[in-house]
């Protein structure tokens, strides 16, 4: 402040220097203009200057004060002003606080309104399907529906009073299907006759009938008719009808009469290899064939090997005896795979060991074509029938498929086509691959020991030569 004072006045003495000095230059001008003015006091004229100075600061002390009480009046009103808006402020915070929490809270309102009706959506989309449910099951039981249609929209029952009718009916078919009744109907016969008899009725849960024709436990035929299920014993079921039976009765249990319900029919073979479609049937050809192949080459290396021993013993029975002649005549008789190696043995006894050990190769290779006959070919179908069985699988998932992209997934009898391609072609190709992979290496082995025993049949008989020769 007191800069600031220092600065007004120091402002103040130039502005009055500055009029002096203009003051002087105009006296000079008048002076120049003028005539001569006499001297001034110079005393007078300080002492002039000195009252204007303290006019001067007098004026401006009064003016500093008055601004300094100005500001000091302008602070306290800002301050006021300040703790006004603050105030207000506060305020504004307050009710905003406020209003946030009332929002918050009809948030939580709304939400819940929201579950609530939610929830009530629910329980009567609940409500609605057990009375369609519970309607749908009752109408198997004679329950013919409500009788809404013939009453106005205001007279029409509520969800409640359509669950209490439903569990009266429910509870009064209880009671009817807790008793044994006995009455006059008519019933199938295995055979397919129609016959007319007393029925009697263990609740609806089980039958009997019995007539002149025939009787016993009765199972639905569908549309309410019942038939005699097939295993069953007529001696007994007459006493059941006299009241005098003891022990264990048999029984069929049904769950409605409606539906009708088919006896399950015996697998066998063809049934189960023509549930597997066309590819399982291709399967059992090759099997088949491969078979046939099995049988036919048993049947080869059974001959190639059975005189083997008897042949060779003689033949070295003639050698020993020197009569080269007789021996390769007796070989020569024999049709089988040893005799011809045998024979081309002997014929060439004269020959150096070496080229004599090389007829005998050639000998034995010329009759493995005959020993190993079908032994690929029964390898073949041992590799190919699994595969088969895979493309079966592949084939009826895919019609599984796309039977639930028709139908869905409801009807179980719809999809059983397609999974018994699935797994009846892979059962069978196992089937088939399993004994031919078995068969086809053991008959190899078969034939690989007839070479070796070929083989040791004629060194047998060439050495026996050479001793004999020594």
């Known amino acids: 402040m007191k800069k600031f004072i220092i600065i007004i006045l120091l402002t103040l003495s130039l502005t009055t220097w500055a009029q002096d000095d203009t003051n002087e230059e105009a006296a000079a001008a008048a002076a120049v203009q003028a005539p001569p003015i006499p001297q001034a006091d110079e005393a007078k ?4 200057i000195q009252l204007a100075y303290k006019k001067e600061y007098a004026f401006l002390s009064g003016q500093v004060a008055n601004i300094q009480k100005r500001i000091k009046a302008y602070g306290s009103e800002v301050k006021i002003e300040k703790r006004q808006i603050e105030a207000e402020i506060s305020s504004l915070e307050n009710q905003l606080l406020n209003a946030e929490t009332e929002a918050s809270a009809l948030e939580d309102e709304i939400y819940e309104i929201q579950r609530n009706s939610e929830s009530a959506q629910d329980n009567q989309g609940l409500m609605d399907s057990t009375i369609i449910q519970a309607s749908s099951t009752m109408t198997e039981y004679g329950f013919e529906g409500f009788d809404d249609n013939n009453r106005e929209n205001s007279n029409r029952l509520a969800d409640l009073e359509k669950m209490a009718e439903l569990i009266n009916q429910a ?10 009744t006995k009455s006059k109907g008519e019933f199938f016969l295995p055979n397919g006759t129609k016959v007319k008899g007393d029925i009697l009725n263990v609740g609806q849960v089980a039958s009997y009938g019995h007539s002149a024709q025939g009787g016993g436990v009765l199972a639905p035929a569908g549309e309410n008719q019942f038939k005699v299920w097939a295993d ?77 021993e008897k042949l060779l013993a003689h033949v070295v029975e003639k050698i020993k005896a020197g009569d080269l002649k007789a021996a390769i005549t007796y070989a020569g008789s024999k049709s089988s795979s040893s005799a011809r190696v045998l024979l081309s043995a002997l014929r060439n006894l004269n020959r150096d060991r070496d080229h004599l050990e090389d007829i005998i190769s050639e000998s034995i290779l010329h009759e493995s074509a005959q020993l190993n006959r079908f032994g690929s070919l029964i390898m073949v179908v041992a590799t190919v029938a699994p595969l088969l069985g895979l493309l079966g699988t592949v084939t009826g998932m895919i019609s599984t498929f796309d039977i639930i992209t028709e139908f869905g997934t409801g009807d179980p009898k719809l999809l059983s086509s397609g999974i018994s391609i699935a797994l009846v072609t892979t059962e069978v190709g196992l089937a088939v691959a399993i004994p031919a992979l078995m068969f086809g290496n053991i008959l190899s082995g078969w034939a690989e020991r007839i070479k070796d025993d070929m083989e040791k049949a004629a060194l047998r008989a060439i050495n026996v030569y050479q001793k004999v020769a020594e």
């Open 171 to 180: 509870n009064a078919l209880i009671k009817k299907q807790a008793t044994i």
């Open 232 to 308: 069953n014993d007529q001696a007994l079921n007459a006493d059941v009808f006299n009241g005098s039976s003891a022990g264990m009765l048999p029984i069929f249990l049904y769950e409605s009469s409606i539906k009708a319900i088919e006896e399950k029919q015996g697998k066998t073979v063809l049934s189960v290899i023509n549930s597997g479609g066309m590819i399982a049937w291709i399967i059992t050809v090759l099997g088949l064939f491969a078979l046939l192949l099995i049988i036919m080459r048993i049947g080869f290396l059974k001959s190639a090997s059975a005189s083997t």
């Open 45 to 48: 004229s300080q002492a002039d």
